[in-house]
Nanobody, 116 residues
């Protein structure tokens, strides 16, 4: 069973930046062949996919974060990153990483809070 550990969240003012990291306990080969995604869940809302990176490095973003967030991966470290710039209060949520499509199990997530 894969374990996913997210980190890097925190409290930031609107317009600020954060960089999230996600370490996956998976063999490098198995990690590298999977598309990975960053998801978020705001209070009272369903979890949504905000960014995806394929095994080949192609990326895709939800319209709400396009141009502000950048997803990247380091297959040698089994790690996925999410660089978040120009943060807005509506980006406040718990952020999770997972395969895309997701495994059944999720990590604990990392809280991102953006103050206005």
């Amino acid at each position: 069973q894969v374990q996913l550990v997210e980190s890097g969240g925190g409290l930031v003012q609107a317009g600020g930046s954060l960089r999230l990291s996600c370490a996956a306990s998976r063999s490098r080969i198995l990690f590298s062949i999977n598309s990975m995604g960053w998801y978020r869940q705001a209070p009272g809302k369903q979890r949504e996919l905000v960014a995806v990176i394929t095994s080949g490095g192609s990326t895709n973003y939800a319209d709400s974060v396009k141009g502000r967030f950048t997803i990247s991966r380091d297959n040698a470290k089994n790690t996925v990153y999410l660089q978040m710039n120009s943060l807005k209060p509506e980006d406040t949520a718990v952020y999770y990483c997972n395969r895309n499509p997701p495994y059944d199990s999720w990590g604990q997530g990392t809280q991102v809070t953006v103050s206005s």
